[in-house]
């Protein structure tokens, strides 16, 4: 399974970016797509996670700020965020929990996005 992010890069304080992945490959079932990020200096955290196609959950500190979304038949999840903070900058990680065609269920990740957010 491989996942191409696309998106990203330098905003001010305020603004918005969309990132973008799309997962391909022997994929059977995605079970959960995702976005994580790691700050400089930091370890990677969870952002927001879909599953099912419908069900969200969030990191405390994006909600209301940040939305994700996906197209189940096309494997691709998006996250829009909005009204960006110095603090989101980081590396940005898009994740899929996938079982292939021969039944094995993995972890599979992008190939990380930089978010720099000026002040």
């Known amino acids: 399974v491989q996942l191409v992010e696309s998106g990203g890069g330098l905003v001010q304080a305020g603004g918005s970016l969309r990132l973008s992945c799309a997962a391909s490959g022997s994929i059977r079932r995605i079970n959960a797509m995702g976005w994580y990020r790691q700050p400089p200096g930091k370890q990677r955290e969870l952002v927001a996670v879909i599953t099912g196609g419908s069900n969200t959950n969030y990191a405390d500190s994006v909600k209301g700020r940040f939305t994700i979304f996906g197209n189940n038949a096309k494997n691709t999840v998006n996250l829009q965020m909005n009204s960006l903070k110095p603090e989101d900058t980081a590396v940005y990680y898009c994740?899929?929990?996938?079982?292939?065609?021969?039944?094995?269920?993995?972890?599979?990740w992008g190939q990380g996005s930089q978010v720099t957010v000026s002040s």
């Open positions: 994740n899929a929990d996938a079982t292939v065609y021969d039944g094995t269920r993995g972890d599979y």
